[in-house]
């Protein structure tokens, strides 16, 4: 079993800047599995945001994503990262990072295809 734990989300205004981070616990291992980050505003699916290889060599955007926010991670502190800039309201939502323990290469894009999940990180982001 893994355990992820999100921080990093609050309250900002229209085009400023968020990291989030997402600590997982299973420290030896945490290297050899891909990784991602989803969202959800009230009313809607949960969408993919971006995902990670197992050495962050490869990594995968949603368009909304794409020249914003940077998914990045440090295997030797066990932790992923999404780096949000240029943050519009549109990315109002719960951030939820997630891992994929069956495909360590895969960038996959759908919530099924995640194992585990961590308990999200409101982002606000006001006009």
């Known amino acids: 079993q893994v355990q992820l734990v999100e921080s990093g989300g609050g309250l900002v205004q229209t085009g400023g800047s968020l990291r989030l981070s997402c600590v997982a616990s299973?420290?030896?291992?945490?290297?050899?599995?891909?990784m991602g980050w989803f969202r959800q505003a009230p009313g809607k699916e949960r969408e993919f945001v971006a995902a990670i290889n197992w050495n962050g060599g490869r990594t995968v955007y949603a368009d909304s994503a794409k020249d914003r926010f940077t998914i990045s991670r440090d295997n030797a502190k066990n932790t992923l990262y999404l780096q949000m800039n240029s943050l519009k309201p549109e990315d109002t939502a719960v951030y939820y990072c997630a891992v994929d323990l069956q495909s360590p290469s895969g960038l996959r894009l759908r919530t099924y295809e995640y194992d585990y999940w961590g308990q999200g990180t409101q982002v606000t982001v006001s006009s």
């Open positions: 299973r420290r030896r291992t945490f290297g050899t599995y891909a």
